[in-house]
């Protein structure tokens, strides 16, 4: 088992100013100069160690970013303001206008929008695909063709991307792989299976107390330099810059994650197994029914599991409000979306984290009306969350769904 990016974040250890256990938050919008001559050298990006402004960059933002490298295993990594200033900044970058992408079709919902309508103003073109067919990949990469784009666990659908084959489809065209590896921290190592580019929504498992909205990208120091160039760097420019208090609070977070991440599996694959045997349409990765469960196997470290999250279809709109409305009054979680939290979170992604996706692409894409994505909890006892959610569903009288939608 490789237990590489838990050690090294473990191995990370900084003093704060006055030798504190933590590093000293950089408190500052911009810093100063003892000669004017250094000044001009950081602008021009010459000089190693040199703060100019904190949009560029900050020491708390520095620190959160190498942890980052720990986790991910790339050359540097930068920090956002959130998941989406991440994926925009690393688009944009990319792609000239008139250009074209190969997107997965099941994305998070916000990334969807953005290369659906947004890059239509540069006339960037995307071709959202079945991310599993390989065949349908290639066939959709042109000259104009930019990169592969998709997520390693697809929400809210969780399919799963075969990293390692579309890391190798890439280099054989001369296109990077771009990988969102939100739901699978710690499990999923996108870059060791070949991706150039990881992205993260730190706001999800990475900070795990639903307080701070942040992103980050991982990649090689050239474009994650790039990324900052003050004339050209689409991080730089777009100004989605996180802010230094919330980068130092991620990082005591991230401390924490490789247990998180144990007990969100644990839980998740509890209750996965139990309501798909109670004849529930549920999709899990780490059940053997899930089209994604092999290719999961072979590219996760098993000691952090399949993941937090899990849907489960309760056969129609009406059924998943009712359901998520009393599971919220039973205090047994959230009806909210996002993930990673300690209590549970559920929503019907069709009416909210996918509702940019016209209905007609949901129902292509197998995004059923009764669906709710589950993002499991720390809960102690699981046991009990079953029993207590079982209760639920039989004072609403929501029997498992035997027709499939
Ligand atoms: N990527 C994935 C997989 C997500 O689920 C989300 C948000 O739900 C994002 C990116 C966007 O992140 P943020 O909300 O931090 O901008």
């Given at each position: 088992?490789?237990?590489?990016?838990?050690?090294?974040?473990?191995?990370?250890?900084?003093?704060?100013?006055?030798?504190?256990?933590?590093?000293?938050?950089?408190?500052?919008?911009?810093?100063?100069?003892?000669?004017?001559?250094?000044?001009?050298?950081?602008?021009?990006?010459?000089?190693?160690?040199?703060?100019?402004?904190t949009?560029?960059?900050?020491?708390?933002?520095?620190?959160?970013g190498?942890?980052?490298?720990?986790?991910?295993?790339?050359?540097?990594?930068?920090v956002?303001?959130?998941?989406?200033g991440?994926?925009?900044?690393?688009?944009?970058?990319?792609?000239?206008?008139g250009?074209?992408?190969?997107?997965?079709?099941?994305?998070?919902?916000?990334?969807?929008?953005?290369?659906?309508?947004f890059?239509?103003?540069?006339?960037i073109?995307?071709?959202?695909?079945?991310?599993?067919?390989?065949?349908?990949?290639?066939?959709?990469?042109?000259?104009?063709?930019?990169?592969?784009?998709c997520?390693s666990?697809?929400?809210?659908?969780?399919?799963?991307?075969?990293?390692e084959?579309?890391?190798?489809?890439?280099?054989?065209?001369?296109?990077?792989?771009?990988?969102?590896?939100?739901?699978?921290?710690?499990?999923?190592?996108?870059?060791?299976?070949?991706?150039?580019?990881?992205?993260?929504?730190?706001?999800?498992?990475?900070?795990?107390?639903?307080?701070?909205?942040a992103?980050?990208?991982?990649?090689?120091?050239?474009?994650?330099?790039?990324?900052?160039?003050?004339?050209?760097?689409?991080?730089?420019?777009?100004?989605?810059?996180?802010?230094?208090?919330?980068?130092?609070?991620?990082?005591?977070?991230?401390?924490?994650?490789?247990?998180?991440?144990?007990?969100?599996?644990?839980?998740?694959?509890?209750?996965?197994?139990?309501?798909?045997?109670?004849?529930f349409?549920?999709?899990?990765?780490?059940?053997d029914?899930?089209?994604?469960?092999?290719?999961?196997?072979?590219?996760?470290?098993?000691?952090?599991?399949?993941?937090?999250?899990?849907?489960?279809?309760?056969?129609?709109?009406?059924?998943?409000?009712?359901?998520m409305?009393?599971?919220?009054?039973?205090?047994?979680?959230?009806?909210?979306?996002?993930?990673?939290?300690?209590?549970?979170?559920?929503?019907?992604?069709?009416?909210?984290?996918?509702?940019?996706?016209p209905?007609?692409?949901?129902?292509?894409?197998?995004?059923?009306?009764?669906?709710?994505?589950?993002?499991?909890?720390?809960?102690?006892?699981?046991?009990?969350?079953?029993?207590?959610?079982?209760?639920?569903?039989?004072?609403?009288?929501?029997k498992p769904?035997t027709?499939?939608?």
């Open positions: 088992m490789d237990n590489t990016s838990a050690n090294q974040l473990q191995d990370l250890q900084y003093f704060g100013e006055f030798g504190g256990v933590n590093p000293s938050i950089s408190d500052s919008s911009t810093y100063t100069f003892l000669s004017a001559k250094t000044m001009f050298d950081t602008f021009e990006g010459n000089t190693e160690g040199c703060y100019l402004y949009r560029h960059s900050s020491p708390s933002n520095l620190y959160l190498e942890a980052l490298v720990a986790l991910e295993g790339t050359e540097t990594a930068n956002y303001a959130s998941g989406m991440a994926i925009s900044s690393v688009i944009m970058q990319l792609c000239d206008a250009d074209h992408i190969v997107s997965s079709r099941t994305i998070y919902g916000g990334t969807y929008a953005f290369l659906k309508n890059v239509k103003k540069f006339n073109d995307t071709a959202f695909v079945d991310i599993t067919a390989l065949d349908i990949v290639e066939q959709s990469i042109t000259s104009k063709t930019k990169m592969i784009y997520e666990v697809s929400n809210p659908l969780l399919e799963v991307a075969d990293i084959a579309l890391a190798k489809l890439a280099k054989k065209h001369n296109i990077p792989l771009i990988v969102d590896n939100t739901f699978s921290p710690l499990s999923i190592k996108p870059a060791a299976l070949g991706a150039d580019i990881v992205i993260h929504s730190l706001t999800k498992f990475i900070n795990g107390t639903s307080d701070s909205v992103g980050a990208v991982c990649g090689t120091t050239d474009f994650c330099l790039s990324l900052k160039d003050v004339n050209s760097g689409a991080g730089m420019l777009f100004g989605s810059t996180l802010d230094s208090l919330r980068a130092a609070s991620i990082l005591k977070n991230m401390r924490t994650l490789h247990i998180r991440m144990q007990k969100h599996s644990e839980n998740a694959l509890f209750l996965a197994q139990k309501f798909e045997a109670d004849g349409r549920v999709a899990y990765p780490g059940l029914s899930h089209p994604g469960h092999e290719t999961i196997k072979n590219q996760m470290n098993p000691a952090y599991g399949f993941g937090g999250l899990m849907t489960m279809d309760v056969g129609s709109l009406e059924n998943a409000n009712a359901f409305e009393l599971m919220q009054t039973e205090k047994l979680g959230y009806l909210a979306v996002s993930l990673g939290f300690y209590k549970t979170l559920f929503s019907a992604p069709g009416t909210s984290t996918s509702s940019e996706i209905m007609e692409e949901q129902i292509e894409m197998g995004l059923s009306n009764g669906l709710i994505r589950f993002s499991i909890g720390l809960d102690n006892d699981i046991e009990r969350t079953y029993q207590m959610m079982t209760d639920c569903l039989k004072r609403l009288n929501i769904q027709v499939l939608v």
